[in-house]
């Protein structure tokens, strides 16, 4: 793909986020995320500098088979005139701060005070990118700081964001 290019996830990218059935690597994971369909190639590099080689990241979730080109992709001097999107960047059925305090809520009563760190991550997320990321993050942290029962329902409770995170509206 060219940096002028918008890559957009394929089913097999969409598939990952949902199920982990490719058993990704977290740091592959996290840029596959973030690839949100309106982003050119080189903003997601610009953006993401502190994730590493992105540039590279992301040509590896292309071989891969994760994501693609969007279709008819506008060159660069093009994509300014792409439909904007509403200055609302959550989904209509989506309340960013009722999820908020739900993810706290659960992770207060699974955890307790040790929860504070991940709550304030939480709490500073402004884009649903960035919550995908600290859920997955919540994900991989909750085995190793509960027994595998606790943590995996704790995460059952959890995981409803998530999934509403990656519906059609999202």
Known sequence: MHCNQIPIKTIKGQQEIKTRSHRMP?????ILIMVDGHSTISQ???KLTGFGEIDKLLAQLEADGF????PDSPPAAETS????TTAD???????M??????IR????????????????????????????????AIHDMLPKVLSRHQAEQTWRQLEPIMLSLDSPLS
């Open 67 to 70: 994501i693609g080109p969007w």
């Open 44 to 46: 997601l590099v610009k």
């Open 26 to 30: 977290i740091e592959l994971r996290r």
């Open 105 to 136: 809520h659960i992770l207060f009563g699974a955890m307790g005070p040790s929860a504070e760190r991940r709550i304030n991550c939480i709490d500073a997320t402004t884009s649903l990118e960035q919550l995908r990321i600290e859920l997955d």
């Open 97 to 102: 701060e009722k999820a908020k305090g739900f």
């Open 89 to 95: 960047p959550f989904p209509p059925a989506f309340n």
């Open 81 to 84: 005139q792409r439909p904007a």
